[in-house]
């Protein structure tokens, strides 16, 4: 068990180009998740999969952001035409068939859009 | 509309102390609590969850509380240590509902131990 990990750590970019950023879960969870984090808040939900289904999507995933989970293992969460708003942490989280309710976190992948 | 509240940012107490942070949530439907832990520039760290059928759950020096009927939930470190500085986040879920268990943050409460 290694933990999530999570690629890059930091992203700088100018407004307006695209980014993508890669989440590698726990060997055989088949839940994962992507959450925002702003600063002084608490992570926000953005989107969920279970193996390579994405089950559910918040309204703050504009239509700009795209995720994928093509095998049921690593996933990826792109932007494109990154705004300034789009300064974050990005965070991946997860979980396990026999435990789901707990999630466990990567590192997290800070962006700034300059 | 924040469903789940986190009233106090901050937090400072004497090494070897009890610190207790505090958590409010507004929707009946959380059946699952968790606490994690962070320092800057890492992603949170799991410390300790409840389900909603208990009312307290130990695990070491760490102590969930869970009063349902007032919606509050609290996290108990006892005796705090200088390591525990780090800004703590109480989050919740619907863990047996459709929500598929996305989880729900408070702002957090930046906890400082002083030796």
């Known amino acids: 068990d290694t933990g999530v990990s999570q690629n890059p750590r930091h992203k700088i970019t100018k407004r307006g180009q695209n980014v993508t950023f890669r989440c590698d879960p726990i060997?055989?969870?088949?839940?994962l998740y992507w959450y925002r984090q702003t600063l002084g808040q608490g992570p926000e939900f953005l989107t969920y999969?279970?193996?390579?289904?994405?089950?559910?999507k918040s309204r703050l995933l504009s239509d700009r952001f795209s995720a994928e989970r093509p095998k049921g293992s690593f996933s990826t969460l792109e932007i494109q035409r990154t705004e300034q708003g789009d300064s974050a942490m990005y965070l991946c989280?997860?979980?396990?068939?026999?435990?789901?309710?707990?999630?466990?976190f990567g590192p997290g992948t800070r962006l700034l859009v300059l | 509309d924040q469903q789940v509240k986190q009233n106090s940012p901050s937090l400072s107490v004497q090494e070897g102390r009890i610190s207790i942070l505090n958590c409010d949530y507004t929707?009946?439907?959380?059946?699952?609590f968790l606490w994690y832990k962070k320092y800057p520039a890492e992603g949170p760290t799991f410390l300790i969850s409840i389900s909603s059928i208990k009312d307290k759950n130990e695990d070491g020096r760490f102590t969930v509380f869970l009063n349902k009927s007032a919606k509050h939930l609290s996290l108990h470190i006892v005796p705090s240590q200088p390591g525990d500085s780090a800004v703590y986040f109480c989050a919740a879920s619907d863990a047996g509902g459709t929500s598929y268990g996305k989880l729900t943050f408070g702002q957090g409460t930046i906890l400082t131990v002083h030796p």
């Open positions: 060997s055989e969870h088949n839940r």
């Open positions: 999969f279970q193996n390579e289904a994405q089950l559910e």
């Open positions: 989280a997860s979980s396990s068939k026999r435990r789901q309710e707990t999630q466990y």
């Open positions: 929707n009946s439907m959380f059946d699952y």
